[in-house]
């Protein structure tokens, strides 16, 4: 079943009842990412399913796609970086309760009440999926050509040798 995403989920009431979300966020509307993007076009198409594995653990899947427009590091331009990304959050209420999760599964703490802002995990989501250094792909590499004698400083005299050789050798 397919619906609109409320601001606010009961995490385990979505987990029993097996529900599934699918839409579209702006990327206005995520204030925590608008800091690490050149401007806030464009939207995140999401889908979100909650569910339990094989194993009988609670789980919510995200799976996400978006044009980020960040500012490549190479040539100071704005680029869309593409992401997609699936990922699968199990839930807990206790730290303890992650050495039971399966590698592939990355834990969510739950409060206690079990309330979930969907819209903040796949910001959440999109956050994780910006490069520490964006670089476009498409732009040329930056090389650059050092003359020889870089290095090689002139020697200077030193203003100073002059009074050394006025000075009297001690015996």
Known sequence: MSASLPPVLDAWRMVAAKRRFEGHL???GMPRLRESLMNAEGDC????EF???GLDLPYVEIRAEADLPLQCQRTLERFLH???LVQRLGLITDE???AALPEDMEPFLLQAGGELHPA???EDELILAIPVVPI???SMEVTAEWPAD???EEVKPNPFAALAALKAPKK
């Open 26 to 28: 702006p990327l206005s």
């Open 45 to 48: 198409r999401f889908e979100m």
């Open 51 to 53: 569910g339990r594995d």
């Open 82 to 84: 593409p992401v997609q």
């Open 96 to 98: 303890a309760q992650e």
């Open 120 to 122: 903040e995990l796949v």
């Open 136 to 138: 476009d792909p498409r």
């Open 150 to 152: 870089i290095g090689e």
